[in-house]
């Protein structure tokens, strides 16, 4: 299932952190370069606390996700972190050892001790010498340590099924009466016979799976994207336009991998080039703008009371989707681009679950406001890619392409994301155990916690718009389409011509 709410959800992150300048491996092949990826961030922080204890049940859980990870990565982890501690221990000696020997000399000069003092500066050079090579191995170990962690996924909700796509589970179906499927009723058809779409000059000006909306599919966009933001508000959300460009370095801290590890490396999303000899930090065009409203809270520490935070954003996703192949291809279902409204939590770690309904309630809104048949949907292991802690999807029924269709998805990614972008917050109360009842294991505790943040599809246009084709069409007895049924809480976001094609009906 291609899931709207990430981009490439079954690749996952691996990507090498060395102190606050980093580098994409994959991508480096790909452009046979080593041109380096500037962070403007720290480094993730990740619990290995939580990695080394719980080895049994990481393991388990990369392999019930499909995670691609080296076998013996979470061992390899256990090893370095272990190996970290023992050469810090030895680092604060010598550096005590150090300081030591500094009062040494200072103390031998007032008392005019000359040999003392040359004793403790030949000591004091040699713990130099050896506080300097203990500093670069623990730099090493970090390193390789960071860049092992940040291939294991997220854990996942104990009540997720387990397995594939087919594994998902059905929670609820809603609305009317699924219509019967019926090829009459393809979007692609119908959208030919009242000039609704054309894919021949998009194919002319970009490629296959690029397209021009016209006419009522033009205005239907524009009203959709308002009813949708339009609810988002009436549930406190607050409207954000974000920026269609990010760092490539914002993507992976989010759980994005901007190129997979195959040979040679296949691009998941498309990469701006920059001049030639450009010390500039790589950037890419946005999947879904889940990524810049996670950028707007990286790096910040929130006071207490500050939670949860509630944004929607709009904005255009970009989908390489390298090696899609088939029917889900055709027409609007799967394109390059498309208009995106996206709603973003970020939440106390206490309040992520609580949270996940609360958004699931109003996607539920928006669709039932437009009298779709669909259904709810938890996702299984093989689903959640890298972020996701656990994922529902919505699927519309389409009656043209004969299937139900993904036309929204939420994910509860827990810490996942700000422990790689540092949103943390200050809480009001100490922590209590009981916080995190669905965890495996007990997580270790910063000072100041990391939140947790939330991602739902509010609309994803073209797939909304494939299902009210397809379900609103209105056929003469010759099966041609002559007009529109379209759902009347759009009227009121409808700007065409009160005198044009008399193509729309609504209804309520």
Same mark, same amino acid.
């Given at each position: 299932?291609?899931?709207?709410?990430?981009?490439?959800?079954?690749?996952?992150?691996?990507?090498?952190?060395?102190?606050?300048?980093?580098?994409?491996?994959?991508?480096?092949?790909?452009?046979?370069?080593?041109?380096?990826?500037?962070?403007?961030?720290?480094?993730?922080?990740?619990?290995?606390?939580?990695?080394?204890?719980?080895?049994?049940?990481?393991?388990?859980?990369?392999?019930?996700?499909?995670?691609?990870?080296?076998?013996?990565?979470?061992?390899?982890?256990?090893?370095?972190?272990?190996?970290?501690?023992?050469?810090?221990?030895?680092?604060?000696?010598?550096?005590?050892?150090?300081?030591?020997?500094? &009062?040494?000399?200072?103390?031998? *000069?007032?008392?005019? #001790?000359?040999? =003392?003092?040359? $004793?403790? %500066?030949?000591? /004091?050079?040699?713990?130099?010498? &050896?506080?300097?090579?203990?500093? *670069?191995?623990?730099? #090493?170990?970090? =390193?390789?340590? $960071?860049? %092992?962690?940040? /291939?294991?996924?997220?854990?996942?909700?104990?009540?997720?099924?387990?397995?594939?796509?087919?594994?998902?589970?059905?929670?609820?179906?809603?609305?009317?009466?699924?219509?019967?499927?019926?090829?009459?009723?393809?979007?692609?058809?119908?959208?030919?016979?009242?000039?609704?779409?054309?894919?021949?000059?998009?194919?002319?000006?970009?490629?296959?799976?690029?397209?021009?909306?016209?006419?009522?599919?033009?205005?239907?966009?524009?009203?959709?994207?308002?009813?949708?933001?339009?609810?988002?508000?009436?549930?406190?959300?607050?409207?954000?336009?974000?920026?269609?460009?990010?760092?490539?370095?914002?993507?992976?801290?989010?759980?994005?991998?901007?190129?997979?590890?195959?040979?040679?490396?296949?691009?998941?999303?498309?990469?701006?080039?920059?001049?030639?000899?450009?010390?500039?930090?790589?950037?890419?065009?946005?999947?879904?703008?889940?990524?810049?409203?996670?950028?707007?809270?990286?790096?910040?520490?929130?006071?207490?009371?500050?939670?949860?935070?509630?944004?929607?954003?709009?904005?255009?996703?970009?989908?390489?989707?390298?090696?899609?192949?088939?029917?889900?291809?055709?027409?609007?279902?799967?394109?390059?681009?498309?208009?995106?409204?996206?709603?973003?939590?970020?939440?106390?770690?206490?309040?992520?679950?609580?949270?996940?309904?609360?958004?699931?309630?109003?996607?539920?809104?928006?669709?039932?406001?437009?009298?779709?048949?669909?259904?709810?949907?938890?996702?299984?292991?093989?689903?959640?890619?890298?972020?996701?802690?656990?994922?529902?999807?919505?699927?519309?029924?389409?009656?043209?392409?004969?299937?139900?269709?993904?036309?929204?998805?939420?994910?509860?990614?827990?810490?996942?994301?700000?422990?790689?972008?540092?949103?943390?917050?200050?809480?009001?109360?100490?922590?209590?155990?009981?916080?995190?009842?669905?965890?495996?294991?007990?997580?270790?505790?910063?000072?100041?916690?990391?939140?947790?943040?939330?991602?739902?599809?509010?609309?994803?246009?073209?797939?909304?718009?494939?299902?009210?084709?397809?379900?609103?069409?209105?056929?003469?007895?010759?099966?041609?389409?002559?007009?529109?049924?379209?759902?009347?809480?759009?009227?009121?976001?409808?700007?065409?011509?009160?005198?044009?094609?008399?193509?729309?009906?609504?209804?309520?």
């Amino acid at each position: 299932m291609a899931s709207l709410g990430c981009q490439s959800r079954r690749v996952f992150q691996r990507t090498h952190f060395l102190r606050q300048r980093y580098w994409y491996s994959s991508q480096a092949e790909a452009a046979n370069t080593s041109r380096p990826t500037a962070s403007t961030l720290p480094a993730p922080r990740l619990d290995y606390r939580s990695i080394c204890e719980n080895v049994i049940y990481k393991a388990t859980n990369a392999i019930n996700r499909k995670a691609p990870i080296e076998v013996g990565t979470i061992d390899s982890v256990v090893r370095e972190h272990t190996e970290h501690k023992r050469v810090s221990e030895t680092l604060n000696a010598k550096r005590n050892a150090r300081s030591m020997a500094g &009062e040494r000399i200072r103390k031998s *000069s007032l008392e005019n #001790d000359s040999t =003392a003092k040359a $004793l403790a %500066l030949e000591e /004091a050079t040699a713990l130099k010498a &050896e506080v300097a090579n203990l500093e *670069s191995t623990l730099a #090493d170990i970090d =390193a390789r340590l $960071l860049d %092992l962690a940040l /291939a294991i996924p997220n854990d996942t909700h104990p009540n997720s099924p387990l397995g594939p796509e087919s594994s998902a589970v059905v929670l609820s179906t809603h609305g009317p009466e699924p219509i019967l499927a019926d090829t009459h009723r393809d979007h692609v058809s119908i959208c030919s016979a009242l000039g609704l779409l054309d894919l021949e000059s998009g194919s002319k000006v970009t490629g296959s799976s690029w397209y021009y909306l016209m006419n009522e599919a033009a205005l239907l966009e524009v009203a959709l994207t308002n009813y949708a933001l339009s609810v988002a508000l009436r549930h406190g959300f607050t409207p954000v336009t974000t920026p269609d460009i990010v760092r490539s370095d914002i993507a992976s801290r989010c759980g994005f991998q901007p190129r997979d590890k195959s040979n040679p490396p296949v691009s998941q999303m498309y990469h701006i080039q920059p001049h030639s000899g450009s010390a500039s930090p790589e950037l890419v065009l946005s999947g879904t703008s889940e990524i810049p409203l996670a950028g707007m809270f990286a790096n910040k520490i929130y006071p207490p009371g500050a939670l949860p935070l509630k944004v929607v954003g709009l904005g255009r996703a970009f989908r390489a989707e390298a090696g899609a192949r088939g029917a889900d291809t055709r027409g609007l279902y799967r394109v390059h681009q498309f208009t995106k409204i996206e709603l973003f939590a970020v939440t106390a770690e206490d309040a992520s679950e609580p949270m996940m309904e609360e958004i699931m309630q109003i996607q539920k809104a928006i669709l039932h406001g437009l009298g779709l048949t669909f259904r709810v949907l938890d996702m299984p292991s093989e689903e959640l890619g890298a972020s996701a802690f656990r994922k529902y999807d919505m699927e519309a029924w389409m009656p043209g392409r004969g299937k139900w269709g993904e036309v929204s998805s939420l994910s509860n990614c827990t810490d996942y994301q700000a422990r790689r972008l540092h949103i943390r917050y200050r809480s009001q109360q100490p922590k209590s155990s009981t916080n995190l009842q669905y965890s495996p294991h007990t997580p270790s505790h910063p000072a100041i916690p990391f939140a947790h943040t939330l991602n739902g599809t509010a609309a994803a246009v073209p797939r909304l718009i494939v299902a009210l084709l397809e379900n609103g069409a209105v056929f003469n007895d010759k099966a041609e389409v002559i007009s529109l049924r379209l759902p009347a809480v759009l009227k009121p976001f409808w700007i065409g011509p009160k005198h044009g094609r008399n193509l729309i009906e609504w209804c309520s």
